[in-house]
């Protein structure tokens, strides 16, 4: 059974950092996209961003320049450093794995809170 188990919330003051991991219980973990989703209560979940073959990154224009994704791939392990956290990336982060194959459907981890607050 696949798991994808995220780590690294918590509560940090306006300016500061946070760094999130999701250990993904995937094999041939480099077929897939790896991301970082979020949800604030009352909206929607929206990318936050991801990463293809280790490499290949996007982000929301919110994050860019304060967000990094990346991936470890013998740990199976996908990463987003946050630095300069505003108090609107007050959410849930949520790990996403999506393969190559679009007949293979999407795993989602369970969830990490993020709070970013004075």
């Known amino acids: 059974q696949v798991q994808l188990v995220e780590s690294g919330g918590g509560l940090v003051q306006p300016g500061g950092s946070l760094r999130l991991s999701c250990a993904a219980s995937l094999s041939n973990f480099r077929f897939y996209t790896m991301g970082w989703y979020r949800q604030a209560p009352g909206n929607q979940r929206e990318l936050v961003a991801t990463?293809?073959?280790?490499?290949?990154?996007n982000y929301a224009d919110s994050v860019k320049g304060r967000f990094t994704i990346s991936t470890d791939n013998a740990k199976k392990t996908v990463y987003l450093q946050m630095n300069s956290l505003k108090p609107e990336d007050t959410a849930v982060y949520y790990c996403?794995?999506?393969?190559?194959?679009?007949?293979?459907?999407?795993?989602w981890g369970q969830g990490t809170q993020v709070t970013v607050s004075s």
């Open positions: 990463i293809a073959g280790g490499v290949t990154t």
């Open positions: 996403n794995a999506n393969h190559r194959l679009p007949t293979i459907m999407p795993y």
